[in-house]
């Protein structure tokens, strides 16, 4: 396997794994945005109403933020003593 192969491979690889994180953040947040927006009002009615009405892109930016995240919080290691 020559180099412009491999790179190649890589850059698929790369472009994939991004375009499923965008659809899982999608999916995920549009879940998210229709149970947040339907028991909020009725279970949380002690909030303001600023976080009761989530917009949607707001719920899609923040899992695809934490897909992002959550594999590098795994990765630092704290020794408890």
Known sequence: MNIVSA???GIAG???????LCFFALF????????WN???PVYFTFLPA???HLPWWHCVCLLWL???INPFKSSVSVDKK
């Open 66 to 68: 934490i897909a992002i």
């Open 7 to 9: 790179l190649i491979v």
């Open 28 to 35: 995920s947040g549009t879940l998210a945005y229709y149970l």
């Open 50 to 52: 600023t976080y009761l």
């Open 38 to 40: 339907y028991l909020a």
């Open 14 to 20: 790369a472009l994939l794994a991004a375009f499923m």
